[in-house]
Structures are given as C-alpha cells and as structure tokens.
C-alpha cells in the first residue's frame, strides 16, 4: 500500500483535554455522585463536547473508572530499600485515593455497574502498571534477600487494595496512621513469611 492510499491517522489526542475530562469527572463525582455525573455534565464542566468524550473513552464508566483508578489518579513510590516503610508509603498512597470524595462517591456505584467481563477487564488494564510496581517492589525485596521467595505479589496487592478500599468506604479518614502502620505490619509479615505458611 502506498502513503498515497494509506489511511491518513487523525489528529493526536490532546493530551490537556484529557487531562480537563478526568478533572472535570473527579470534581463532578466528588460534587454531585456517582448518578448525575454524566458525560453532558463533565463535558460541560471540561470545556468539550460530548463526542470528544466518547472518542476518548467508549462509555461513561470507562471514563469514571480512569478518573478514579486511572494512572492521573496515583503514581507509584520509588523504592527506599526498606520494605516496611515502602509498603507504609504504599498504603499510605491507596488511602489516601480511596478516601477522596471521587473515589468515595464513584466506587460503590462503579463496583454495582463492574459485573461483566469487559469491565474486569478493562479495570485490570488500568491497575497493570501500578500492579507491576507493586511486583517489582517486592520482588527486589527477594532479591535483595530482604525477604524470602513465595510470597504471590498478587494476592498481597489484593489484600492492599482491598482493604484501604473497604476502610476508606466504611470509616472515611478515621485515623490514619494506625491504620497505615497496622496494615504495613500485617503485610510484612505476609510478605516475610514467603512459601513457609
């Protein structure tokens, strides 16, 4: 196929729009709930139109689910070497997302619309490269010999996410650093534990 008869690529998304979208979407989430945070709404609020959103994202609970779990959302932390105070920084991290008033207001509702396969799906791909963080985390913890092999880096960022999650939905902030350092202690000690259980 020649340049001449290849299809022409359309304009590169612009990566401000984006951005605007996901903004508008956490402000309306946290401002209004799960309900009326519409694609007319978040659209009106970014300063687009509605089918910008939808060639950005296919569904409006596509677009909620990267507003609240999306990389925008949090960054992983750069390894200290101490895994204790690393996996503290973590749920530290989760916590805090958890306990925002978007995530507060979307998840329960994002959680009631998540019952088909495409939506596991696509929420796993969001969560991919904060998952690989997480596995990278601990597997140099494993080759540092800082704690044994057999520990399933999934399973432990299950009981992360899980966890904050549930305490941020049912108890909001209500202290914090015990919480965090609770949460820590128990996942060190998963983790330190390897294949030996």
């Known amino acids: 196929m020649t340049s001449e008869t290849s299809p022409r690529p359309g304009r590169p998304r612009d990566a401000d729009k984006d951005l605007a979208v996901l903004i508008a979407a956490r402000q309306l989430l946290a401002e209004v709930g799960y ?24 569904t409006r609970q596509a677009l909620l689910e990267e507003a609240i779990h999306g990389p925008g959302a949090y960054a992983p932390p750069e390894p200290t070497g101490d895994l204790r105070a690393d996996l503290a920084t973590w749920v530290r991290i989760f916590l805090a997302r958890a306990d925002s008033p978007a995530a507060r207001a979307g998840v329960p509702g994002l959680l009631a619309d998540s019952q088909t396969e495409e939506a596991r799906r696509r929420l796993l791909a969001i969560g991919a490269p904060i998952r690989k963080a997480f596995a990278e985390l601990l597997g140099g913890a494993v080759d540092d010999g800082r704690i044994p092999p057999g520990a399933d880096p ?44």
């Open 35 to 58: 309900p009326q945070t519409t694609i007319v709404a978040i659209a009106k609020r970014a300063g687009v139109n509605s089918p910008a959103i939808y060639r950005r994202w296919p």
């Open 154 to 197: 999934e399973v432990v960022f299950e009981i992360l996410a899980g966890t904050t999650t549930f305490h941020a939905l049912s108890r909001g902030g209500e202290e914090p650093e015990w919480f965090v350092s609770n949460l820590a202690d128990a996942l060190h000690v998963l983790v330190s534990a390897g294949a030996d259980r």
